[in-house]
Nanobody, 127 residues
Framework: QEQLVESGGGSVQAGGSLVLSCAAS????????VGWFRQALGKEREWVAG????????YYTDAVKGRFTISQDNAGNTVFLRMNSLQSEDTAMYYC????????????????????WGQGTQVTVSS
C-alpha cells in the first residue's frame, strides 16, 4: 500500500526553525516529483517547494525562497523541508504529495497531477 506520512510540525516562535519530513512507503517507482504544499485557515492550498528525486530540479515559491530548503535522503524515500526564519504567515497545515516521474527531469507545477497526498502536519508560528 502506497503511503505518505508527514511529520515534524509543531509550534514555534517567529524566527525559529522546523524540519518537516515526508516519508514514502510502498512505492515501486524510484523517480518521483515530490511537493510540499500548505493551506492556512480560510485560504487556498498553495505551493511551498518541490523536488525531483532523480534530478537537480527544485522549486520554491517566492514567499519561502532563502528561508526554506528541500532535500531528500539517498534513496529518495524521504523528502525534508527545512524551514528557517519562520514567520506568522507560515502558519498552516503542511502537506506533501508526489507523482511518479519516470521520464523527464522537471516536475509539473500543476497541483492536480500530484495524486498521492499525506495527511498533513500542522505548523504554528507565534509572533
Amino acid at each position: 500500500q502506497e503511503q505518505l506520512v508527514e511529520s515534524g510540525g509543531g509550534s514555534v516562535q517567529a524566527g525559529g526553525s522546523l524540519v518537516l519530513s515526508c516519508a514514502a512507503s510502498g512505492y515501486t517507482h524510484g523517480s518521483n516529483c515530490v511537493g510540499w504544499f500548505r493551506q492556512a485557515l480560510g485560504k487556498e492550498r498553495e505551493w511551498v517547494a518541490g523536488k525531483h528525486t532523480r534530478s537537480d530540479w527544485v522549486y520554491y515559491t517566492d514567499a519561502v525562497k532563502g528561508r526554506f530548503t528541500i532535500s531528500q535522503d539517498n534513496a529518495g524515500n524521504t523528502v525534508f523541508l527545512r524551514m528557517n526564519s519562520l514567520q506568522s504567515e507560515d502558519t498552516a497545515m503542511y502537506y506533501c504529495a508526489r507523482y511518479p516521474r519516470v521520464y523527464g527531469s522537471i516536475c509539473d507545477l500543476d497541483q492536480s497531477v500530484y495524486h498521492d497526498w499525506g495527511q498533513g502536519t500542522q505548523v504554528t508560528v507565534s509572533s
